[in-house]
């Protein structure tokens, strides 16, 4: 009898033990779902990639919604059960649709080797025809994520996919490598300046090239049960960013914090038209993209600009007019994928910008209804072609056309009497461009530049918190120019694209120059809304690099920002030039050089000319109501 105890006591100890390392959510899923983990999809070239397939119990075909990563999906970290995947696929099971995930190639269990949006755009092809075949698919699949699950997503539909019905794409940004004005090369890159984003992610996700595999021969079942112990996760120590990206040459900037050896030491190499940019997972604006899709942007994050411009793009140059009216675009005032994380009183960085909730879920499953299960649903009937939010009045607003309809450019000149240096410089924003030029000057020193405070930004750490930050104790440096406008009798609404073309000599061969665009307060309070620059080695074009002459006057076109900001009656704009934000850029180090392999730079004067022979101007979209 005791014996038998003893064995009712161990078998319920090890019940206990199992349910503790189960979630609840597993279970749930379990219920509903048939669980098909680390299935190795092959690909045209023999090589497989690790995929978790969870569908509906039962013989009905069903629609896929496919998501493709380089992150971690595995169910199990350092010896724990991990949800989020879990609770995707259940979202998705529960309504009637297969959740498929997989791994990018050389990334975790996958085999092959990684390289950022460098992998052939043929293994998204190869996984939407091995989908479709499959006994329990419909033949239509759906593509959903953000950021880097998302940034694949344009190269691949490009390829015209018949299986491909839908596309969810979120922060999209470093999947654009040109689109019109923007030649970024997936974030990389903008105005020819590096963002220093991709140092930071790079470290932490970048694959050493002595990293540990799995052999070729190695079986599902085993990679089922090797999953529980072995994530293929790599425990990158923590970096103090904010010291960190100041190690200069920049190419050694990962070497320095004893970091993998991978991809970035060739990238950083790289010049904006590099034919490697156009070889890899990048999308360009000659290729063709006629899927219908759902594009979701944030005014905070890295890429706003160049993501709406490929939904214009898109809309603009689709096959036929049905391809064309299945675009639709939300624009939330968030950081980069932090959609669901408005509040009721949503604060992105220290400015409230008020309720921005939207419920993302009944939007995207309303769409992939719609478009992957042919429901005749209200969708198109309860949602506009363009979806924004305006800042300042804090409130959601709609349009056909982004910018909307009736927005008129505006052009407010620089203007001062040769002293705009900080806010309490006599730099103003006028109606007309000042007849006599009386240039403003500031010297630009790289092993001092103007540190980023807030700003559009993503992926760099502990170095810069994205949002909107009072810049007012910022232009109090000499080396940042303040152009205000009158106290507003009334508001305004800027919204659209934000273009900005400056007058500007210096006493280097190259240099750079940034931009911001300000709501300031009533009290004085100067909130950030987009910032720009310009690197005036290629303000000539991307495609050859073009040096300055000591003390000439060059007109400098600078990639344009973007926003939705109300200037209620009180407010001014106010516009800040520069030539370093850092390290949300790069520094440029002044001598003309390749700058990535630069350890010292050199101190230039560099000048902002306005009058009417140098017509300085930021053109802003104004909304007359």
């Given at each position: 009898?005791?014996?038998l105890l003893?064995?009712v006591?161990?078998?319920m ?9 189960t ?6 899923l ?5 669980i ?9 070239d ?18 896929i919604?496919?998501?493709k990563?380089?992150?971690q999906?595995?169910?199990w970290v350092?010896?724990?059960?991990t949800?989020?995947t ?11 649709y297969a959740?498929v ?6 990334r ?10 460098g992998?052939?755009?043929?293994d ?11 006994s329990?698919?419909?033949g ?7 950021s880097?699950?998302a ?25 654009i490598?040109?689109?019109g004005?923007f030649?970024?090369q ?5 105005g ?8 930071a992610w790079?470290?932490g ?16 079942k085993?990679l089922q049960?090797?999953?529980r112990?072995?994530?293929m996760s ?7 960013w904010?010291v960190?990206?100041r190690?200069?040459p920049?190419?050694?900037?990962i ?10 030491e060739?990238?950083?190499?790289r ?6 940019w156009?070889?890899g997972?990048?999308?360009h604006d000659n290729?063709?993209?006629?899927v ?11 890429s ?9 793009h898109?809309?603009?140059?689709a096959?036929?007019k049905?391809?064309a ?7 939330a005032?968030?950081?980069h ?36 299960k042919?429901e005749?649903n ?11 939010y305006t ?8 349009s056909?056309t982004f910018?909307?309809a ?9 203007s001062?009497?040769?002293?705009a240096?900080?806010?309490n ?13 009386k ?10 530049p ?21 810049q007012?104790?910022m ?8 152009y205000?406008?009158?106290?507003l ?14 007058y ?19 009290d ?17 074009g ?20 973007v926003?939705?900001n ?14 370093s ?12 050089g390749?700058n990535?392999?630069?350890?010292t730079?050199i101190k ?11 017509p ?10």
């Open positions: 009898m005791r014996k003893n064995l006591v161990c078998v100890l090890t019940y206990a033990l199992s349910a503790q390392d979630a609840a959510i597993y279970l749930k379990q219920e509903i779902a048939i098909d983990q680390k299935v190795m999809m092959p690909m045209r023999g090589i497989r990639l690790a995929t978790d397939i969870y569908r509906p119990k039962g013989d009905q075909k069903v629609p919604v496919f998501s990563t380089p992150y999906f595995n169910t350092d010896g724990k059960m949800t989020r879990l609770e995707e696929a259940y979202n998705a099971v529960s309504r009637g959740y995930v997989q791994n990018e190639r050389g975790y269990f996958s085999e092959g080797e990684w390289d950022i949006l992998a052939p755009i043929t998204g092809y190869d996984a939407f025809t091995w989908m479709a075949a499959q329990w698919s419909n239509k699949i759906g593509v959903i994520g953000c880097s699950t940034e694949w997503q344009m190269a691949v539909a490009s390829q015209n996919h018949p299986a491909l019905a839908a596309m969810v794409a979120q922060g999209y940004g470093a999947g490598g040109r689109v004005k030649m970024e997936g974030n990389w890159y903008r020819g300046a590096g963002q220093m984003l991709f140092t790079l470290y996700t970048q694959n050493d090239k002595f990293k540990p595999t799995f052999p070729k021969t190695v079986q599902q085993d049960r090797l999953q112990f072995y994530d790599t425990e990158m120590p923590r970096v103090d904010s960190g990206l190690h200069l920049i190419q050694d900037i070497k320095n914090v004893k970091g993998q050896e991978g991809v970035y060739d990238m950083i190499r010049k904006p038209n590099d034919p490697k156009f070889k997972g990048l999308y290729m063709p993209l006629n219908p899709a759902y594009w979701f942007v944030s005014w905070y994050d890295v706003s600009a160049p993501n709406i411009a490929l939904f214009n898109v809309r603009n140059n096959k036929d049905a391809t009216d299945n675009q639709y675009l939300v624009i005032p968030v950081l994928c932090s959609y669901k994380r408005a509040t009721e009183n949503t604060i992105v960085g220290e400015r409230s910008v008020g309720d921005a909730r939207l419920n993302y879920d009944e939007l995207t499953w309303g769409w992939f209804d719609l478009l992957l042919g005749q209200d969708f198109k009937q309860k949602n506009p072609r363009v979806r924004y800042m300042g009045s804090n409130k959601w607003q709609q056909e910018p909307p009736g927005a008129e450019m505006q052009s407010f000149y620089l001062s009497a040769g002293k240096n900080t806010r410089g006599d730099g103003q924003l006028t109606a007309t461009p000042p007849k006599e030029n240039p403003d000057a500031f010297q630009y020193d790289p092993m001092n103007v540190p980023s405070y807030g700003g559009n930004v993503c992926c760099t750490g502990n170095a810069v918190q994205g949002g909107s930050f009072d007012s104790t232009e109090l440096r000499e080396d940042i120019l303040v205000t406008s009158d106290v009798k009334e508001g305004v609404e800027v919204t659209g694209f934000i273009e900005s073309t400056l500007v000599s210096s006493s280097g061969p190259d240099t750079d120059i940034t931009l911001k665009l300000i709501d300031v307060h009533p004085g309070k100067a909130y950030n809304l987009d910032e720009t620059i310009q690197r005036l080695r290629y303000r000539e991307y495609d050859k690099e073009v040096f300055m002459e000591k003390g000439k006057v060059y007109k400098v076109d600078l990639t344009p920002m926003t939705s109300y200037f209620a009656p009180g407010h001014r704009i106010r516009i800040e030039v520069s030539s934000n850092f390290p949300r850029f790069d520094r440029n180090m002044n001598t003309g390749n990535y392999d630069e350890a730079g230039v004067e560099n000048k902002i000319h306005h009058s009417t022979q140098y300085s101007v930021i053109k802003l979209p104004m909304i007359k109501k």
